[in-house]
């Protein structure tokens, strides 16, 4: 089997990705005598981790021993959401008629779908390229990096010593001790995306984040969708209205959702596969095309020579490090999801700025005192920043939540989207914000306004006073803003402001 299979056909736009992030003919550079910062894996933390040292001056060498631009660009993000632009533009076309135009089939050619897929990887591919880092500055090396001490590693047989190194190796799809999973064969985000056919029936294992993202994405491009969760409801993390609205939508569309469900075996059948499920306590079975695994992520740990450095990890939680990014080697720092609890682009982005500050400059940025937000990119998309309420009340602190239904905003309304809602918990007594979430069309760009202003101590009653064009989904979150101001005029306030105005007649 090719080495880059999983990818899919070897089209002209996996040939642009390969000649992009992993070029067959590039020759590691001659290292230096000795690096200021050396850094391994090379998806989102590793890279800005690497260009920003560069820019700064610094000698850096970065390490990959797969493709660059990591998860994000090769098996996720980048990939995830372009499907998902195919799948809601079919779901638009079938429901046209809420907007008084005739619906049409929106039946998917699901290879072509899969080849746009491939075309924007391919045409993104190039931000992430071997030559473009060359260009910056930075001494790229392709193959397994192996600690051998701590403040050298090998790659290809070369030794690179550093002053700094930062392990940016990311995490790898979890594989569920399922019986007969392997021998029946499933997909992971790794893998669903090299897909050429449409699977008629698939299995959806998790009912998280990425689990709904592809399961409404390939139930709206065709497939019969089963999403097998555990737990009471699907994306048990989230705020359960919001999992609600999410479900309704689920059942609406077609998709069969089954919790607290656990498959217990899965057996090979001349039909496709067979999944033996236990639902409550009792057996029932399910026959599917296509299993398709999403049940969490654990970091790349392995085969890193971490002992040798003096790396302390864990196989699950991944390399240890303090609110600075440092691991227990003071020379080794550790950012994205190799290290992190939230494994997302964004918060790899982030902390690799934390790296190259507190490794290069002696910084005391900490990673726990970052503001970060969250989406799930499903229609309606979920948003989240801050703490949910009943985080909130297990830190102490007494909420005051203020709700506002996207069937009360002209815009939803307008845009036949008014299934949401903008929901912002702030300290009891006060309008500081500790967290929101939101749900709706936009979800994921509407969260930066209650992000920024979490971040710069801006309260809920200014975000009421803040001029939102009308209309606009925005607006509701001035209205969340109105909701709290209202609150203000107590019954005292009202009799003094009242006999105010008497005396001013």
């Known amino acids: 089997m090719s080495e880059w299979q999983e990818l899919g056909p070897m089209d002209e736009h996996n040939r642009t990705l390969l000649a992009n992030t992993h070029p067959a003919d590039w020759t590691n550079p001659t290292p230096a005598e000795s690096y200021n910062l050396v850094v391994v894996g090379a998806g989102t933390a590793g890279l800005v981790v690497a260009s920003g040292a560069a820019q700064v001056g610094a000698r850096v060498a970065l390490v990959e021993r797969y493709l660059l631009g990591g998860d994000c660009l090769n098996v996720g993000c980048v990939p995830s959401k372009t499907l998902i632009a195919s799948s809601r533009l079919a779901a638009e076309m079938r429901r046209a008629d809420r907007y008084g135009i005739e619906p049409a089939p929106g039946e998917a050619d699901f290879p072509a779908v899969m080849e746009r897929v491939r075309r924007v990887r391919g045409q993104i591919s190039h931000h992430d ?103 009471e409801h699907i994306l048990k993390k989230e705020d359960a209205d919001a999992a609600e609205i999410l479900a309704r939508v689920f059942h609406n569309e077609g998709l069969e959702v089954l919790t607290q469900a656990q498959a217990k075996r899965v057996e090979r059948t001349e039909a496709g596969k067979r999944i033996v499920l236990e639902i409550g306590g009792e057996a029932r079975t399910i026959e599917v095309d296509e299993i398709l695994v999403g049940a969490g992520r654990a970091p790349n740990v392995q085969d890193l020579g971490l002992e040798a450095a003096g790396v302390a990890y864990d196989e699950k939680k991944g390399v240890q490090v303090d609110d600075r990014l440092r691991t227990s080697n003071p020379r080794v720092y550790a950012a994205g999801d190799v290290c992190l609890k939230y494994k997302f682009t964004h918060m790899a ?157």
């Not at 999973?181 to 499933?186: K, M, P, Q, T, Y």
């Not at 790794?190 to 984040?209: H, M, N």
């Not at 979800?443 to 975000?463: R, Y």
Request: aromatic share 6%.
């Open 129 to 231: 390229a071997a030559e473009r880092l060359r260009n910056m500055g930075v001494d790229v090396f392709l193959g397994q990096a192996r600690f051998t001490g701590p403040d050298a590693l090998e790659v290809a047989g070369q030794t690179l010593r550093f002053a700094r190194a930062c392990i940016a190796t990311g995490a790898r799809a979890v594989k569920p001790p399922i019986e007969g999973l392997v021998e029946a064969g499933f997909l992971t985000n790794e893998t669903v995306f090299g897909l050429t056919g449409r699977p008629s029936r698939l299995a959806v294992l998790g009912g998280g984040p990425l689990g709904c993202e592809l399961a409404q994405a390939f139930a709206r491009l065709g497939s019969h969708v089963t999403i097998i969760e555990r737990n």
């Open 349 to 505: 982005d982030a902390t690799a700025r934390l790296v190259v500050r507190n490794a290069l400059f002696w910084g005391r940025s900490k990673h726990t005192a970052l503001t970060v937000p969250w989406c799930t990119y499903t229609d309606p998309e979920i948003a989240h920043v801050g703490l949910y309420a009943h985080q909130a009340r297990e830190r102490g602190l007494a909420v005051d939540t203020y709700t506002v239904r996207l069937a009360d905003n002209d815009r939803a309304m307008t845009e036949g989207d008014p299934a949401g809602f903008v929901k912002v918990h702030v300290k009891q007594g006060t309008d500081r914000i500790l967290g929101a979430t939101i749900v709706g069309p936009h979800a994921s760009e509407l969260i930066n306004e209650v992000a920024v202003a979490m971040k710069g101590g801006v309260g809920l009653g200014t975000l009421g006073s803040v001029i939102h064009p009308y209309p606009t989904l925005a607006e509701a979150i001035k209205s969340a803003g109105d909701q709290y101001s209202r609150t203000r005029l107590t019954p005292r306030v009202k009799h003094i402001m009242g006999r105010l105005m008497a005396w001013r007649r």
